[in-house]
């Protein structure tokens, strides 16, 4: 046999050179991490060219309100999901909290407490969700979807299966109210947005998601107290369907067992479309905001030019491979490059 | 060395379902020592580890740290107690920032606004990494350090819980050479500093270059602990071999053959750098080393189940370069992977479908259907040759023994009529008596012409069933024993010593 030379030993690729810390490389990570922009503005900018009537003041002022609203359980939902794990049941969440608000009005008491009612509908949803997936130890998969059959029936029981009409000024002045000009929902979603961006990045909880979901072993022996990070996201997620159930039950002046059906998936739509990695450990704040954006956008646009709405709903599938195409290609990256090394 | 004893051990018996993987043992670690913890693989090594790191439970003995009971019931424990578990297995999070991890869950953070004080945990990460005299980016983000950063990142972390003691498991494992001294230049600060160091290595070099004293265990036993300065690599690896090699391997030499499968500077995976070997029809070459010296990437290079990098392979004087799985299998190669559960067994089918799985489109007959009949005669053939003792075809995989597993595994890789088996493992988790059948049958198949390539980290099988071995250390061949030059000695230096036997260095 042949003998063998000693290979020299490989000096490995030295550490990224010092990279200057802070600011100017978390500017360039953000952008980075928002590859939306550029197809954001070419879908507006064809629909400014192609759909009559988009480029009105009052029709942009619909998206941003439309985007506004759904952001909201997005940015639950990309915690949810840089931890790894996702949650269904949003969707029916926003038909019993819906309900629930609506109901209490119409039955003659305060708003407030129709409010609050609604949101702590949505935080039990949202707790139990939680527990059943930590403490039970079911799959997020199918303990969200169990869940999310269970809320949408007990709204149905809720409603007796028909519509609750209300007619509350206060409701409506948090779906189309406009202090200092700005509609109420954008007002919610900034400061929302800014509020998630701060828990994500800045704090030990919103760090602590990321380590959950970029390593749950690692989590575990590092002595992270992962069951009650988890039941907080999915709290978070129940009161985010609340907020977003009032708002679309205030919308319609009504709350119906049937709102909100199918919601889920816009809701995880726009947090994959905006970036953030469905395996966890990364997330985008404002990738989620651009895909709402990006998602309320298409959905417009294509009304205006009269398109049915059963085509809007494949332009957003295809949106929606489209982006996790882009996700994995991009993963698959570290095996090209070393296949690039082979000599 | 003063003999005070910093860390205590006494009579820790650790016991899982069947198995005893620590059996009453004892030992101490004194302060300021490096103390190296050494024995083959199944040694009980790992479970000790967590034992201390508060990831397994006694289910007898104790621990004094400082004269006091230390029972960590889960991770959070230990390093509150200033014990610091740095396991083979990075606990690291490859998408938060090196700060991130260094502090995590023991992030400073402002009281009201709950921000984390990014400044301070740079600054305190700074302060560590000077220490050791290394320069790393608080900010970087570990998936994007090479692996000796992300050691050194966890040796931080220790660090940063203010560590008494702390415990590499490995730490040498996916290191360069270069790196290697670096690490033990840190582990040498560690000790200046008043901390211990538990030293887990596979590689006799690293202890006795590093160690001041060094525990053997075995089997799950305590064997002795030894001062580096008094003792030999000889004796230590005495110690950690230290019994008969089992009467039970009977290898029936086979007549051999033409050369099945030739492998030429192979250069493949993470590992494998350089490995040239040959396998004849009629033997068992048996691939020797510690966990991770490249036979995994050369099994897999051989299966097309890793990325080859150079060197070429010829199967039956054929180029050979298989790029999939399934081509590997369909040029005649019967692959056996080392986890059964993962990757061998469909547990929820029978045995029947289990060993016939590969060669399903061979067994079709009318209108492209399977034929039942078709594979009940491959069923058969099998049975019987490979002596699988199960209530008939329809029996679930799972419902089998061991051994008998492994038996129905072997037939599906040999199912689809190949001349070479590529064995990882062969008899990880079965019984004694299975153990043997399987030998036998290796020895039968060899009989019938059938080449064998077989990684095995159990040295009294390499050892009894090779009729050649090959020794790998961190990817290339540095020894090539057989006849009287294979013994247990020579395998153990080999693999872990660097001295090289049968090959020009």
Redesign the interface.
Same mark, same amino acid.
């Given at each position: 046999?042949?003998?063998?030379?000693?290979?020299p030993?490989?000096?490995?690729?030295?550490?990224?050179p010092?990279?200057a810390?802070?600011r100017g490389?978390r500017l360039r990570s953000a952008l980075g991490t928002l590859p939306l922009l550029p197809p954001l503005i070419l879908v507006v900018v064809a629909f400014a060219v192609m759909a009559p009537n988009f480029l009105t003041s009052t029709n942009l002022g619909n998206v941003l309100v439309a985007a506004s609203i759904i952001v909201v359980p997005g940015l639950a939902m990309t915690l949810c999901i840089t931890m790894g794990e996702f949650d269904l049941s949003v969707g029916a969440t926003v038909a019993l909290t819906g309900a629930v608000t609506c109901t209490i009005i119409r039955d003659g008491h305060s708003t407030v407490a129709a409010l609050v009612a609604g949101l702590v509908v949505g935080l039990l949803v949202g707790v139990a969700n939680g527990l059943v997936v930590t403490k039970l130890g079911v799959t997020p998969f199918i303990a969200t979807l169990a869940s999310m059959v269970i809320v949408r029936g007990l709204a149905r029981v809720y409603t007796d299966s028909r519509d609750v009409i209300v007619n509350d000024s206060t409701l409506k002045f948090l779906a189309a109210g406009r202090p200092l000009g700005i509609p109420f929902p954008v007002i919610v979603a900034v400061v929302l947005t800014v509020l998630a961006m701060?828990v994500t990045y800045?704090?030990?909880?919103g760090?602590?998601v =990321? +380590?959950i979901? /970029?390593?749950r072993? =690692? +989590?575990?022996? /590092?002595?992270?107290p992962v069951d009650k990070v988890r039941i907080a996201v999915y709290a978070l997620i129940g009161v985010a369907g609340a907020i977003w159930g009032i708002v679309i039950s205030a919308q319609l002046q009504k709350g119906s067992g049937n709102l909100g059906l199918g919601f889920e998936l816009d809701a995880i739509a726009i947090v994959v479309i905006g970036g953030t990695s469905l395996l966890?450990?990364?997330a985008s704040i404002l990738g989620t905001v651009l895909g709402a954006l990006l998602i309320e956008v298409i959905r417009n646009g294509l009304n205006l030019m009269n398109v049915p709405p059963a085509y809007q709903r494949i332009s957003i599938g295809l949106l929606l491979v489209a982006a996790l195409a882009v996700q994995a290609i991009r993963r698959r990256v570290p095996?090209e490059a070393?296949?690039d090394?082979?000599? | 060395m003063s003999d005070s004893v910093l860390l205590g051990l006494d009579g820790l018996t650790v016991e899982f379902p069947g198995v005893r993987a620590l059996d009453d043992v004892s030992f101490s670690v004194r302060p300021g020592e490096v103390h190296a913890l050494v024995g083959e693989n199944g040694a009980g090594k790992s479970t000790l580890l967590k034992v201390l790191g508060g990831v397994n439970t006694p289910t007898r003995g104790t621990v004094e740290l400082d004269g006091k009971p230390y029972r960590p019931s889960r991770p959070r424990d230990a390093q509150d107690a200033g014990i610091a578990v740095i396991y083979q297995e990075f606990t690291l999070f490859p998408d938060l920032t090196v700060a991130e991890n260094v502090f995590v869950g023991r992030e400073p953070h402002h009281q009201v606004t709950r921000a984390i004080d990014y400044a301070t945990m740079r600054a305190e990460c700074r302060k560590i990494f000077s220490q050791l005299d290394v320069v790393i980016d608080p900010d970087a983000r570990v998936g994007d350090l090479s692996v000796s950063e992300q050691q050194l990142v966890e040796i931080a972390k220790s660090l940063s819980v203010d560590g008494r003691v702390i415990i590499m498991d490995e730490p040498t494992a996916a290191l360069a050479s270069s790196e290697v001294a670096r690490l033990l230049e840190v582990v040498r600060k560690l000790r200046s500093e008043g901390r211990s160091v538990i030293y887990v290595s596979h590689h006799l070099e690293e202890v006795f270059a590093v160690a001041d004293r060094a525990t053997v265990l075995r089997d799950g036993r305590y064997v002795t602990t030894l001062d580096i300065a008094e003792t030999t690599e000889d004796e230590l690896v005495r110690r950690m071999v230290g019994r008969d090699v089992e009467s039970v391997f009977h290898r029936e030499r086979a007549e051999v053959g033409e050369i099945v499968l030739s492998v030429e500077s192979l250069r493949a995976g993470r590992v494998l750098k350089d490995v040239s070997l040959e396998v004849r029809a009629g033997e068992v070459v048996g691939i020797g080393g510690v966990a991770g010296a490249g036979q995994v990437d050369l099994t897999q290079a051989v299966f097309g189940a890793t990325v080859v990098r150079g060197g070429t392979m010829t199967l039956n004087g054929a180029p050979f370069a298989p790029s999939t799985p399934a081509e590997a299998v369909h040029a005649g190669v019967g692959f056996l992977h080392e986890d059964r559960k993962q990757a061998g067994a469909f547990p929820d089918l029978s045995v029947e479908h289990n060993l016939t799985v590969t060669v399903l489109d061979r067994l079709r007959g009318a209108g492209r259907l399977l034929s039942g009949r078709k594979q009940r005669a491959v069923w058969r053939t099998y049975r019987e040759r490979m002596q699988i003792k199960a209530s008939g075809p329809g029996q679930l995989i799972s419902n089998l023994s061991g051994g008998n597993q492994q038996k129905v595994l072997l037939g599906r890789a040999l199912a689809p009529g190949g001349h070479l088996l590529v064995l990882n493992e062969p008899t990880r988790g079965v019984d004694i008596g299975a153990k043997s059948e399987i030998h036998q049958l290796v020895n039968e198949l060899t009989a019938q012409g059938v080449a064998v390539l077989m990684v095995s980290s159990d040295l009294p099988e390499l050892l009894g069933m090779s009729d050649r071995i090959v020794v790998l250390s961190q990817g290339v061949v540095v020894g090539r024993l057989s006849g009287e030059e294979a013994t247990e000695e020579n395998v153990i230096a080999c693999a872990t010593t660097g001295r090289r036997i049968g090959v020009a260095a």
């Amino acid at each position: 046999m042949s003998a063998l030379q000693t290979e020299p030993v490989t000096t490995p690729p030295q550490a990224s050179p010092p990279v200057a810390p802070g600011r100017g490389r978390r500017l360039r990570s953000a952008l980075g991490t928002l590859p939306l922009l550029p197809p954001l503005i070419l879908v507006v900018v064809a629909f400014a060219v192609m759909a009559p009537n988009f480029l009105t003041s009052t029709n942009l002022g619909n998206v941003l309100v439309a985007a506004s609203i759904i952001v909201v359980p997005g940015l639950a939902m990309t915690l949810c999901i840089t931890m790894g794990e996702f949650d269904l049941s949003v969707g029916a969440t926003v038909a019993l909290t819906g309900a629930v608000t609506c109901t209490i009005i119409r039955d003659g008491h305060s708003t407030v407490a129709a409010l609050v009612a609604g949101l702590v509908v949505g935080l039990l949803v949202g707790v139990a969700n939680g527990l059943v997936v930590t403490k039970l130890g079911v799959t997020p998969f199918i303990a969200t979807l169990a869940s999310m059959v269970i809320v949408r029936g007990l709204a149905r029981v809720y409603t007796d299966s028909r519509d609750v009409i209300v007619n509350d000024s206060t409701l409506k002045f948090l779906a189309a109210g406009r202090p200092l000009g700005i509609p109420f929902p954008v007002i919610v979603a900034v400061v929302l947005t800014v509020l998630a961006m701060y828990v994500t990045y800045r704090t030990r909880f919103g760090r602590w998601v =990321a +380590a959950i979901g /970029s390593n749950r072993d =690692a +989590a575990g022996l /590092s002595g992270l107290p992962v069951d009650k990070v988890r039941i907080a996201v999915y709290a978070l997620i129940g009161v985010a369907g609340a907020i977003w159930g009032i708002v679309i039950s205030a919308q319609l002046q009504k709350g119906s067992g049937n709102l909100g059906l199918g919601f889920e998936l816009d809701a995880i739509a726009i947090v994959v479309i905006g970036g953030t990695s469905l395996l966890g450990g990364r997330a985008s704040i404002l990738g989620t905001v651009l895909g709402a954006l990006l998602i309320e956008v298409i959905r417009n646009g294509l009304n205006l030019m009269n398109v049915p709405p059963a085509y809007q709903r494949i332009s957003i599938g295809l949106l929606l491979v489209a982006a996790l195409a882009v996700q994995a290609i991009r993963r698959r990256v570290p095996l090209e490059a070393l296949d690039d090394n082979k000599n | 060395m003063s003999d005070s004893v910093l860390l205590g051990l006494d009579g820790l018996t650790v016991e899982f379902p069947g198995v005893r993987a620590l059996d009453d043992v004892s030992f101490s670690v004194r302060p300021g020592e490096v103390h190296a913890l050494v024995g083959e693989n199944g040694a009980g090594k790992s479970t000790l580890l967590k034992v201390l790191g508060g990831v397994n439970t006694p289910t007898r003995g104790t621990v004094e740290l400082d004269g006091k009971p230390y029972r960590p019931s889960r991770p959070r424990d230990a390093q509150d107690a200033g014990i610091a578990v740095i396991y083979q297995e990075f606990t690291l999070f490859p998408d938060l920032t090196v700060a991130e991890n260094v502090f995590v869950g023991r992030e400073p953070h402002h009281q009201v606004t709950r921000a984390i004080d990014y400044a301070t945990m740079r600054a305190e990460c700074r302060k560590i990494f000077s220490q050791l005299d290394v320069v790393i980016d608080p900010d970087a983000r570990v998936g994007d350090l090479s692996v000796s950063e992300q050691q050194l990142v966890e040796i931080a972390k220790s660090l940063s819980v203010d560590g008494r003691v702390i415990i590499m498991d490995e730490p040498t494992a996916a290191l360069a050479s270069s790196e290697v001294a670096r690490l033990l230049e840190v582990v040498r600060k560690l000790r200046s500093e008043g901390r211990s160091v538990i030293y887990v290595s596979h590689h006799l070099e690293e202890v006795f270059a590093v160690a001041d004293r060094a525990t053997v265990l075995r089997d799950g036993r305590y064997v002795t602990t030894l001062d580096i300065a008094e003792t030999t690599e000889d004796e230590l690896v005495r110690r950690m071999v230290g019994r008969d090699v089992e009467s039970v391997f009977h290898r029936e030499r086979a007549e051999v053959g033409e050369i099945v499968l030739s492998v030429e500077s192979l250069r493949a995976g993470r590992v494998l750098k350089d490995v040239s070997l040959e396998v004849r029809a009629g033997e068992v070459v048996g691939i020797g080393g510690v966990a991770g010296a490249g036979q995994v990437d050369l099994t897999q290079a051989v299966f097309g189940a890793t990325v080859v990098r150079g060197g070429t392979m010829t199967l039956n004087g054929a180029p050979f370069a298989p790029s999939t799985p399934a081509e590997a299998v369909h040029a005649g190669v019967g692959f056996l992977h080392e986890d059964r559960k993962q990757a061998g067994a469909f547990p929820d089918l029978s045995v029947e479908h289990n060993l016939t799985v590969t060669v399903l489109d061979r067994l079709r007959g009318a209108g492209r259907l399977l034929s039942g009949r078709k594979q009940r005669a491959v069923w058969r053939t099998y049975r019987e040759r490979m002596q699988i003792k199960a209530s008939g075809p329809g029996q679930l995989i799972s419902n089998l023994s061991g051994g008998n597993q492994q038996k129905v595994l072997l037939g599906r890789a040999l199912a689809p009529g190949g001349h070479l088996l590529v064995l990882n493992e062969p008899t990880r988790g079965v019984d004694i008596g299975a153990k043997s059948e399987i030998h036998q049958l290796v020895n039968e198949l060899t009989a019938q012409g059938v080449a064998v390539l077989m990684v095995s980290s159990d040295l009294p099988e390499l050892l009894g069933m090779s009729d050649r071995i090959v020794v790998l250390s961190q990817g290339v061949v540095v020894g090539r024993l057989s006849g009287e030059e294979a013994t247990e000695e020579n395998v153990i230096a080999c693999a872990t010593t660097g001295r090289r036997i049968g090959v020009a260095a």
